[in-house]
T-cell receptor, first 112, second 111 residues
Framework: QQQVKQSPQSLIVQKGGISIINCAYENTAFDYFPWYQQFPGKGPALLIAIRPDVSEKKEGRFTISFNKSAKQFSLHIMDSQPGDSATYFC???????????FGAGTTVTVRA | DAGITQSPRHKVTETGTPVTLRCHQTENHRYMYWYRQDPGHGLRLIHYSYGVKDTDKGEVSDGYSVSRSKTEDFLLTLESATSSQTSVYFCAIGIVGETQYFGPGTRLLVL
């Protein structure tokens, strides 16, 4: 069973719109939450990451919001562009571990 | 792809045959990982290595073995391939929590 539950499975957004992907976890021992972006035929690449002592992190058009009490975190893609069309994975790492647990992935399609 | 290559990139094999996938890095990273990617499951860790000859199992290790005799090479072996092992396999290097880089992947089809 997946330790990190990701939704939705896919979404379509118009160019300039906001894409929102949500992830939830149960294990409070997770201490690092990265998001990966994967284009077709390529390996995943680290996009942005957050630690639980911060509620929000922004890098360009990408923002992670983190709600520790609800054990949820989300990725917001502002002003979505066709080049953002990709599969996005959330993940989590247990404290003092070097393994990641991944969500199932969300395929984002940005229509021009 | 941060100095990571995987070979072969594509392979078709038959049930019951052994298969070895290779991951080669030029970054001198201590940590290396093998994942499989399947629709609806995201990426699942098969095995990982924290040094030469130091390996450990991940969440889906049954039917797979690994070896690491040199820092730069991490081999994944399917001793007797099954159709359920049809997947895309990714190698990764680096330390989770700092930066982890993924290779380009190997598409494996077991008939």
């Amino acid at each position: 069973q997946q330790q990190v539950k990701q939704s939705p499975q896919s979404l379509i957004v118009q160019k300039g719109g906001i894409s929102i992907i949500n992830c939830a976890y149960e294990n409070t021992a997770f201490d690092y939450f990265p998001w990966y972006q994967q284009f077709p035929g390529k390996g995943p690449a680290l996009l942005i990451a957050i630690r639980p002592d911060v509620s929000e992190k922004k890098e360009g058009r990408f923002t992670i919001s983190f709600n520790k009490s609800a054990k949820q975190f989300s990725l917001h893609i502002m002003d979505s562009q066709p080049g953002d069309s990709a599969t996005y994975f959330c993940a989590a790492r247990l404290s003092n571990d070097y393994k990641l647990s991944f969500g199932a992935g969300t395929t984002v399609t940005v229509r021009a | 792809d941060a100095g990571i290559t995987q070979s072969p990139r594509h392979k078709v094999t038959e049930t019951g045959t052994p298969v070895t996938l290779r991951c080669h890095q030029t970054e001198n990273h201590r940590y290396m990982y093998w994942y499989r990617q399947d629709p609806g499951h995201g990426l699942r860790l098969i095995h990982y290595s924290y040094g030469v000859k130091d390996t450990d199992k991940g969440e889906v290790s049954d039917g797979y073995s690994v070896s690491r005799s040199k820092t730069e090479d991490f081999l994944l072996t399917l001793e007797s391939a099954t159709s359920s092992q049809t997947s895309v396999y990714f190698c990764a290097i680096g330390i989770v929590g700092e930066t982890q880089y993924f290779g380009p992947g190997t598409r494996l089809l077991v008939l």
